[in-house]
């Protein structure tokens, strides 16, 4: 299958910081990649739609400029969280369709914020 | 508004047992269904991938079949071993490009 990299694997930054994270296509050029973010317990919440030279998407109620979100070429968008507050704390992963149909995912982040 | 359903939450069974896993959704208009293995703490493995016009798939001993017009799927795991201990999340998508819809996974503990 496809390889989808992302880092870093966990962060741990101070409260009012900005931490980037990183989804790369390793063998795949990817116009299209998908930020998710899941609660202990919860599912994956689709945050936002990357568009590669485009501005991403992002679903209702996330905050495009808290999360920001750069795919500024087919092998790499990036997850910028500005001003990070503990509540931001969570697991981030990111996702690619190589082939329009099936989804790949990243190894996914840790963000704890103290 | 699609919503995805697994049912139980946590499942504890022998080694050895064959076991399915249950997953529905609310809106039949899918155009694939994907199964994934997520482990404590990591990214999520593409199992099986069912498109809508297909009944099942199969890998190695994990066979998952799509009821599309019942909103139904299961995924099959034959010979559990304690290595198959994980979260399993199902997810169907609405069209090509689309997101993911995922339910709340399964968490499968499997005793030596």
């Known amino acids: 299958g496809a390889v989808v990299s992302q880092h870093p694997s966990r962060v741990i930054c101070k409260s009012g910081t900005s931490v980037k994270i990183e989804c790369r296509s390793l063998?795949?050029?990817?116009?299209?990649m998908f930020w998710y973010r899941q609660f202990p317990k919860q599912s994956l919440m689709l945050m936002a739609t990357s568009n590669e030279g485009s501005k991403a998407t992002y679903e209702q109620g996330v905050e495009k400029d808290k999360f920001l979100i750069n795919h500024a070429s087919l092998t790499l968008s990036t997850l910028t969280v500005t001003s990070a507050h503990p509540e931001d704390s969570s697991f981030y992963i990111c996702?690619?369709?190589?082939?329009?149909?099936?989804?790949?995912f990243g190894q996914g982040t840790r963000l704890t914020v103290v | 508004k699609q919503e995805v359903t697994q049912i139980p939450a946590a499942l504890s069974v022998p080694e050895g047992e064959n076991l399915v896993l249950n997953c529905s959704f609310t809106d039949s208009a899918i155009y694939n269904l994907q199964w994934f293995r997520q482990d404590p703490g990591k990214g999520l493995t593409s199992l099986l991938l069912i498109q809508s016009s297909q009944r099942e798939q199969t890998s190695g001993r994990l066979n998952a079949s799509l009821d599309k017009s019942s909103g139904r799927s299961t995924l099959y795991i034959a010979a559990s071993q304690p290595g198959d201990s994980a979260t399993y999340l199902c997810a169907v998508r609405a069209g090509a490009n689309s997101k993911l819809t995922f339910g709340k996974g399964i968490t499968l503990s499997v005793r030596p």
């Open positions: 996702s690619a369709l190589p082939y329009a149909t099936e989804a790949f």
């Open positions: 063998d795949f050029q990817a116009t299209t």
